[in-house]
């Protein structure tokens, strides 16, 4: 989906032109076209924020700035909260830059406000993406700690009011999103005598740490090791929904005997090789899927192999979900 800004055919061609190679993405999945340096023209447009990856390109429309800042949460102002945070006087700033890398000419002044550099974004973190002209960059930068806001009814440049300074679309924008690169895990409802199941999202990759711990009576503690783990597609287990499993096998006597030991040992990566198993279905190499229901199940070697039911000896489950 395309937001309009209003651009003649034109100022679009030359977009198409000065952008060739680069690949944007909105953080609120919509995209919006840059347009060529015009002082005094142009209200600096949407800020559009590479997705996918921790060191991002970012990149808005209306031409140069003198102020480029990255705030960790929902607020854009100059105070602790600042991860990055660029200045170059006249409006030299070119509207295309990536996260941490200073441009040439331009100073950091990241801690000269109290900010924490970071070389990279985090997982899961929100963060306040804003630049400001060389008109405002002097009522922003003698104010710091109030809260930036965009104001595109303002008719002069800025105006301060309490604890906030409130900023033309002329000379200021903003925009807010997080840092998601891989799934998250929500509604986990672990079932089961033999333990409860936690299924943990990490910031590395899309298969998920599992880890469980043994509460069936007659089976002490500490002892948490299983014959069987697996993850099924969806809220129950269909042999032809399973996405992983692997099953302790016994070579002792040359010839692979499943169910007769115990050997998975939490806690475990999903698609991780583990000692003593074979792998029955292999873990997909992109991982699990985003907006998704999935199915993991425990089981020891006393289980019977049969009874999937909440109530069965020797096994439990768990359901959750992705986004």
Not at 95 to 112: I, V
Not at 142 to 149: C, D, M, S, V
Not at 253 to 263: L, N
């Amino acid at each position: 989906m395309v937001r309009q800004m209003g651009a003649t055919p034109v100022i679009r061609t030359l977009f198409g032109v000065l952008l060739l190679g680069g690949t944007f993405i909105s953080c609120t999945d919509e995209e919006a076209p840059l347009a060529p340096y015009a002082p005094g023209q142009m209200s600096l447009t949407q800020i559009n924020v590479e997705d996918s990856v921790y060191v991002p390109r970012i990149s808005w429309g209306g031409g140069y700035v003198s102020g480029l800042g990255v705030n960790r949460g929902g607020s854009a102002r100059l105070d602790t909260s600042l991860a990055w945070l660029i200045h170059r006087a006249g409006n030299a700033i070119p509207y295309q830059q990536r996260f941490g890398q200073l441009p040439s000419g331009a100073e950091d002044l990241t801690t000269t406000f109290g900010g924490r550099p970071t070389t990279i974004l985090n997982e899961d973190q929100l963060y306040t993406f804003w630049v400001a002209r060389e008109d405002v960059w002097g009522t922003i930068s003698a104010n710091p700690g109030k809260l930036l806001l965009l104001d595109t009814a303002l008719a002069t440049p800025s105006r301060v009011s309490g604890d906030s300074i409130f900023l033309s679309q002329q000379s200021f924008n903003v925009e807010i999103c997080p840092i998601d690169l891989y799934i998250g895990i929500k509604n986990l409802r672990p079932v089961g005598r033999l333990g409860v199941i936690e299924v943990i999202q990490t910031d590395t990759s899309n298969a998920p740490i599992l880890r469980w711990r043994i509460t069936q009576t007659g089976t002490p503690p500490p002892d948490t090791l299983l014959a069987n783990i697996g993850i099924a597609g969806g809220d129950h287990y269909e042999v032809s929904t399973v996405v992983w499993e692997v099953l302790a096998v016994d070579t002792s006597s040359g010839q692979r005997v499943y169910w007769t030991r115990d050997v998975i040992v939490p806690p475990l990566i999903a698609g991780q090789e583990v000692p003593g198993t074979d792998v029955f279905t292999a873990f997909p190499a992109t991982g699990l899927q985003r907006n998704l229901a999935y199915y993991v199940w425990i089981a020891n070697m006393a289980w019977d192999q049969r009874n999937r039911t909440r109530s069965a000896y020797n096994y439990a489950y768990a359901t959750f979900e992705t986004y």
